[in-house]
Nanobody, 123 residues
Framework: QVQLVESGGGLVQPGGSLSLSCATS????????AGWFRQAPGKEREGISC????????YYEDSVKGRFTISRDDTKGAVYLQMNSLKPEDTAVYYC????????????????WGQGIQVTVSS
């Protein structure tokens, strides 16, 4: 059974940091690109960061460049998103996803989704 389970979300003050983790099972992670999407209230879900299946290529949406870092550990079946300098506009439900290539961040061609986790940036 394919599973992607996010953890590490919560409430943080503006300027703070959070580290999201995605634990995968039921498939071979190193065959897939992986990424993080988010959906803010009233907005469409968007791809914010993706990483290729070997980890050589990464993509960051403009609003998170320089603040967020994606990484993966295929030996653990895990994908991570380090989020620094968080802003209120980063408030959203964050989803882990896997697909064929890192271009899934813009194409939305995703094979598997996690259930999502809330991140709230507020003072």
């Amino acid at each position: 059974q394919v599973q992607l389970v996010e953890s590490g979300g919560g409430l943080v003050q503006p300027g703070g940091s959070l580290s999201l983790s995605c634990a995968t099972s039921g498939f071979t992670l190193d065959w897939y690109a992986a990424g993080w999407f988010r959906q803010a209230p009233g907005k469409e879900r968007e791809g914010i960061s993706c990483i290729s299946n070997i980890g050589i290529n990464t993509y960051y949406e403009d609003s998170v460049k320089g603040r967020f870092t994606i990484s993966r550990d295929d030996t653990k079946g895990a994908v991570y998103l380090q989020m620094n300098s968080l802003k209120p506009e980063d408030t959203a439900v964050y989803y882990c996803a896997v697909g064929a290539t890192e271009s899934m961040c813009t194409s939305n061609y995703v094979d598997y989704w996690g259930q999502g986790i809330q991140v709230t940036v507020s003072s």
